[in-house]
Every structure is written in C-alpha cells, then in structure tokens.
C-alpha cells in the first residue's frame, strides 16, 4: 500500500495535448546504444515503462547528417530508413502505458561528423565544440543554413509523429544542442537577427518551437529542454538571461525541462554532489510559466521528490539514473516498496557506455543493456530448475549478487563470508572520502537477502576446501575478491618494480584497513586510472599527509574522463595541495623514496618519500576453487557438480562487472552450456540492396 505521503508523485499531469499518468519523468538519455542497438534499445525503454514511468524518453536523437556526433552512437532520424528503429522504441515504451517521448537534436558545434563528412554548422566559425578537440570548425551558418536546419528539424517532427512518439523535444541544453550555442554569447557573436540581445540569440529557438508546433498541431506535445546557467558568469548563459528567456517564450512550449550548465554539470557523481542540486538553480523559473516544468536531480528519494513538487520547483520528477538504477522505481512507492528501491549510487558507469560506445551498464542494475540481448528483467528472474544447494564464498558485490539472484531463483543458498560485515571492498570503499553512497551496493542486496528463507548468511566464516565440500553442497561459486599488489606490476611495469633499498610500500588494501605510512611523505603511484589512486591521494592529504602523486597517464584518474569527473576530480587533488606529476612513472624505489622517470624521455628524478602507495592491479583470490576442486577430483561421487569463479576473484573489474558477474553466474545456473558462438542476442546492420 502506498503512503499517503507519496499520493502527489501519482497525479496526472497534462503536458499539452497528451496526459502523464504520474509525476515519473524518464528524462532523455544516452545509452551508447542508439543506431547500433535498436531493439536493446527499445526492451530496455519498454521496462522503463512497465516499471511506472508516465514518460520515457528517447536519447538525442540526431535530425540530420550535419548533426553527426561520431563517435558516439545515439539514435538518428535522418530520413524514413531509420523509423523502424524508432518506432520500435515508441511501441516498445506505449505496450506498458507511458507516453514515449523523442528529443531531436541537431547538435550544431557539438557534432565534429567524423562519419557523414559534412562540415559542422554554428553560429560562428569556430573550432568544434567536442570533448576530443577534433581539428574542425564550425562554419558560420548563413540564412540559407538556418532556413535548412528548420527544414530537417520539421521533417524530424513529421518523422517523429509518423512513428508514433505524443512527445517531441527542442534540444537547446547541455552544450550539446545547437541551439543552446544560439543561444549562449560563448558562442555566439553574430551581428545579425540571430546575435546580440537574448532576444535575438533566441530568435532561432522561438522559431523551431514554432514551426515544432504547428507541425504536431495537437497531436504530440513540444517539450523545450534548456541549460538554465553555463555558471560561466557573464561569458555565458547565466540564471538571469533564463529567466528573461522563459519570459519571453513562457507558453509556447508545452514542458520546460530545465538542465544545469554542461553534461558534467548536470550529471554529477555523489563525490561530488549531493542528490537534488540543481534544485538551487531551478527554484523559481516555474512561476515563470504556467506549463509543467520537469527537473533532474538524482531523485532517489520520495519525501525529495515530494518537496520538489509542493514547493514549487518541479511539476514533473525528472530521473536519467534513477531510473537507469531501478527501472521500477515509481511503481515501489506506488506499492509501498520503499526498502525494496534500488538506489542509484551516482558513480556514472552509466554515463561511461556513452564515451565509451558500449551498450550501458549500471552497477546497481546489471540487467541494464541486458533485457534484449540476455534476456535479463531488473525484478524478475525464472525459477530454478533443480533442489541444487549453494554456497557462494565472498560476500563482495559479485557473492551478494550471485547469492540475492540465486535466492531469487528459488535455491537453497548459503553465503559464506570471511569478515563481520558483508560488502566486500565495497564496504571497504564506501569508506573513502567521497564514496559513501556505494555502500549502497550492499546495502540494497543485504536487505534482500535478509528477508529469503531459503538463504542462509554467515558472517565471520572464511571458507575453506574443506568446509566448501563439508557442507555437501551441489554449487559452490567463489567470489572471494581480489588482493591489490604491492609489487607495482600493473599497466606500466608488467615485472615487479626493482627495490634498491627498504621503502615502506603501503597497498590499498593496507590503507583501507587503517594502517598508515609511518612519515608524512608518501607517494601514490596510480597506474590503475579509474578513481582509488585519486581517493586515496585525497585520504592521506586529508589526514596531513604531504602527497604526490604519479601516474604515466596525462591526467590524474584519467579513465573517469568516461564517468564525466576527470575536471572535478583534478581540482579537488589540487585544492588538496597534493602534488602531481603526470606523465611520470615509477622506476624503482630506494631507501630514500622513489625514482620516477619522464614516460617520454626516460628523464629520471628521485622523489624523497617515507612511503608509496602503490595503486596499480590486483591478483585474484581464486585458490579456493582450485582446492575444492582438487579434492573433489580424489573423492568422486560427491554431491559436488560445479565450482565457479566470479567476480573480481575470476578478472578484478569494477565493482559493476562483479555484480554483473554475480547476477550472470545466477542467471546460468542449471542452464545447459550455450553452443551459440555469441551468447546474447545482437542486430547485424542489413545489407544495402545497391550493390557495387
Ligand atoms: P567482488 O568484487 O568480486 O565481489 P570483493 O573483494 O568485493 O570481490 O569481495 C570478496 C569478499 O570475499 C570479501 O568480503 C572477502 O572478505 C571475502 N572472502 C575472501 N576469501 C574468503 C573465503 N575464503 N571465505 C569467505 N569469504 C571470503
Ligand atoms: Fe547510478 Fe551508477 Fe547505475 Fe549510473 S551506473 S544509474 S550512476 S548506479
């Protein structure tokens, strides 16, 4: 039952033509799937919507081939040959009961066209604004231009309306849309009516919501989607200028959907924001209009949700990640299901397929990217097929997936771990400056636990061979984790560092376990890139420590340049006063600290230090398998069928691979081996009929 409370998330709300059946607003987001991955697409929309959300949302979608953002795959509507793709989507979302919803964008500056070669349009001539810094620029665009790209925007409408979406959008945000570079004066200096005043700089947008308009004439609404603050102060869009702009436009469009400054503004990791930031930067507009306004947030909790609409802020709850997290989200309020929510921990995996043009993953959710291609549902599961019974060794991100999964299933499971307190390096993590929401991993997969019968948990209780074959178990899945290495092989030395005299070398394992180097200078030597070498540069800064930190990589953690952190992360260890030396590894370590090396020339210094810390790879912790099954192979006819490793104890990953893992490890169990030579479902473009 739900609680009354929450009774306002469940009003309808009428968004122009078109009726939302709750407040739920899957905003647009990318998904690294798009043109590639139609049908991924559209099952992974479609659970969305059967999930609660009254609106779900397409990424951009890119109108025309000027607008061609290479390499990253969104979807496209160039011309009709793409309508299948987005009417399947549009089906997909309408077959469970929400409204679909198609952002189009022509993304201007922000679209380099690696793949159409067209050259990019903008309101100046000026380099591209990308984040690879392709060596174009924009070219001015002419009136013909601007009378062309209303053109392709109208026919993306028609297009739109001919695959069936009631909700359209004018992409004007994030620095990502061409419009928004009309509109910002970063961008744009033009001295005819599309420059100068906001009047003038929002002239082309006024137009495309106009000719948006009358193309859809009732049958779907037009939703307008902008940045309400560049926070470049003068130099760019600031709240004032959109206050001016929403003013000006108030009731043309049927939704104001408004964003914060760039991508990395708007999507920012809990290190770094708390959930509902924007919040400060959206009050106020809504008095503006007397459309529905929808916002972002990282909404994960109702009562913020409820503040957000009877304050004034929001009409619509708008989520990308919450809703990527828990595609059933509204409909566990609406059931009163709170405890069973599975929060986004705002750690931007999600965000990486993007950059990385792989179909999305989230680590709280491994079905995602997973409903067509596996088959996979974020709350259901098929039943088990045998009485098998289980142990599952490690209760990290992998073991407490493996076992809630297999629980899930209906086997009787035991899930054996090692310390007092279940999480793994998650729980060890979370302890780190910045990283506490990733507790929630664990938490989430606990509580589940907790409430299965068949499942049995047994802190405290490392797990040997013998214990594992003891317990006559049918199943027995090793996810017993991964040791971090203290002889600096990782990517850089691939041999174990030389040591010429004794240096305290400290490992993370070491440091989240309370030991501390015994002098104030230390060294951390990142050859990992994602974020531990950062956070723990950070811990120790944090607690007097005088810290540099080595990497061979151009940037500090220079892999979360796929998680949308590597500028806040850089500033942060600088504000820390931790030293830096990019482009630097480590060479060997004597008695008096650690000698570094240019990566280009080989240049060598001596660094005087009381310790390193050496962030660089992990080595499984897998011998528990091969013990079992050793003995098991010198006393046969044991109930024993399977040993299995997971997780970071069969490749260390990310935590999102270990729960992936986990689930997967669940999802096979009794399944007979796959022949198939690709283990999921994939699209293979269709040949052209032209031929030569
Ligand atoms: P993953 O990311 O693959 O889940 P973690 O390192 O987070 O791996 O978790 C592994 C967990 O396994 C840790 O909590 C560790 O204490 C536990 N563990 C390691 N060896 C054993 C063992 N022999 N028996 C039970 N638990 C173990
Ligand atoms: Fe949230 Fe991380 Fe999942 Fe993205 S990947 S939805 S940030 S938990």
Redesign the pocket.
Known sequence: MRDPRYDILFEPVRIGPVTARNRFFQVPHCNGMGYRDPSAQAAMRGVKAEGGWAVVCTEQVEIHPTSDITPFIELRIWDDADLPALARICDAIHSQGALAGIELAHNGMNSPNLYSREVPLGPASLPVATWSHDPVQARAMTRADIADLRRWHADAVRRSLAAGYDLVYVYAAHGLGGLHHFLSRRYNDRGDEYGGSLRNRARLLSEILADTREIADGRAAVACRITVDEMLGEAGITRAETEELVGLLAEVPDLWDFVLGSWEDDSVTSRFAPEAAQEEHVRGLKRLTTKPVVGVGRFTSPDTMVRQVTSGVLDLIGAARPSIADPFLPRKIEEGRLEDIRECIGCNVCVSGDFTASPIRCTQNPAMGEEFRRGWHPERIRPRRSDARILV????????EAARALGQRGYRVTL????REL?????RESALPGLAAWRRVAEYREQQLRRMPNVEIYPQ????ADDALAGGFTHVVV????AWRADGVGRWHTRPIPVGGPLPVLTPDDLMAGRRPAGPRVVVFDDDHYYLGGVLAELLAGEGCQVRLVTPAAHVSAWTANTLELVRIRRRIMRAGIAVDTNRTVTRLDGDGVVTACVFTGAEALVEADAVVMVTARLP?DR?AADVEAIASRRPGGPLRSVQV????WAPGT?AA?VWSGRRCAEELDEPPSTAPVPFRREVAALSREWP
């Open positions: 060794a490690g209760a990290g991100p992998a073991g407490l054996a771990e090692a310390s999480g793994g390096r998650v729980a209780s490392p797990i040997d996810a017993t984790g991964a912790r528990l997971i997780g970071d104890a935590i270990a």
